[in-house]
């Protein structure tokens, strides 16, 4: 099993970022598709970001593209995502999943990941 640990979360100001981090200590990064999800308060898990085992970006959220960059370093066995400008509506809890389906690159939903994180909290004040 899998264990994926990110660091990277904290309280900003409105305008601010941050860069959450996560990686895997079985396996790497680069075998599995790997992609965040957030929960904000009182709402459901929903999908931020994909980055496949091939390398392809998928952003889900129509609210940070532009402000959101997801990416991987293979040396480092790390992917990230860059979080700019960010708003209080994107406090949340974040956290990364690691999925072994190499079929399809569309995985948008927590069914569709086999490992994940403990989770990370993302507090936007304004």
């Known amino acids: 099993q899998a264990q994926l640990v990110e660091s990277g979360g904290g309280l900003v100001q409105a305008g601010g970022s941050l860069t959450l981090s996560c990686t895997t200590s079985v396996g790497t990064v680069s075998s599995y598709t790997m992609g965040w999800f957030r929960r904000p308060p009182g709402k459901e898990r929903e999908i931020v970001a994909v980055i496949t085992w091939r390398g392809g970006k998928i952003y889900f959220q129509r609210i940070v593209k532009g402000r959101f960059t997801i990416s991987r370093d293979d040396a480092k066995n790390t992917v990230y995502l860059q979080m700019n400008d960010l708003r209080p509506d994107d406090t949340a809890v974040y956290y990364c999943?690691?999925?072994?389906?190499?079929?399809?690159?569309?995985?948008?939903?927590?069914?569709?990941?086999?490992?994940w994180g403990q989770g990370t909290q993302v507090t936007v004040s304004s």
């Open positions: 999943a690691a999925s072994e389906n190499h079929s399809n690159d569309y995985l948008a939903t927590p069914d569709d990941y086999d490992h």
